[in-house]
């Protein structure tokens, strides 16, 4: 009987310890794209996708190691990102902190319900000279990090 205990606690945390290393080596945040909106190259829009089965929570920003002048997650009920795209004054785009809003996993989005729910999250990051961006998250309440550098915009 203590050997069948042993055996079924030991596959229980191999199994655990496998998922953990498979989350860790497969994280659910991306960054799809970022760009520059108003000519003020200060003022970056970096486009995010949860990936994963569970909503994330994000908990800090950090740009060049050190905290932004400042940081939204902008959340939009229509369109991506985009060059073109007219944020300020748009009705479907929304405004909130960064931890007041969890991020909704891409493959559960209706896209048919375009204006009513979320379809696509940014950050809205305002800091001179953006070139790294570290962005601290929650993922089935285990601790993520993902940084990227980011390349000048025209």
Same mark, same amino acid.
């Given at each position: 009987?203590? +050997?069948?205990?042993?055996? @079924? ?12 290393? $498979? @989350?860790?080596?497969?994280? !659910?945040?991306?960054?799809? /794209? $970022? ?5 003020? !190259? /200060? ?10 089965? +569970?909503?994330?929570? @994000? ?8 905290? =932004?002048?400042?940081?939204? @997650? ?16 748009? =009705? ?12 909704? !996993?891409?493959?559960?989005?209706? +896209? &048919?319900?375009?204006?009513? &729910?979320?379809?696509? $999250?940014?950050?809205?990051?305002? /800091?001179?000279?953006? +070139? ?23």
């Amino acid at each position: 009987m203590k +050997r069948l205990l042993f055996v @079924l606690f030991f596959s229980l945390f191999v199994v655990g310890a496998v998922f953990i290393i $498979y @989350l860790k080596s497969n994280p !659910p945040l991306v960054i799809n /794209a $970022y760009t520059s909106f108003d000519d003020n !190259p /200060a003022v970056r829009f970096i486009e995010i996708e949860n990936k994963g089965l +569970r909503e994330i929570q @994000l908990q800090s920003i950090v740009v060049n190691e050190k905290p =932004p002048e400042s940081v939204e @997650l902008v959340v939009s009920k229509s369109e991506p990102f985009e060059a073109e795209t007219k944020i300020e004054g748009n =009705p479907n785009f929304t405004f909130h902190k960064i931890k007041q809003v969890n991020i909704f !996993p891409s493959q559960y989005i209706d +896209r &048919q319900a375009v204006g009513k &729910q979320p379809q696509h $999250y940014a950050l809205k990051v305002n /800091a001179s000279e953006a +070139r790294k961006i570290t962005i601290q998250y929650e993922y089935l309440k285990m601790p993520f990090t993902l940084t990227a550098e980011l390349q000048a915009t025209k």
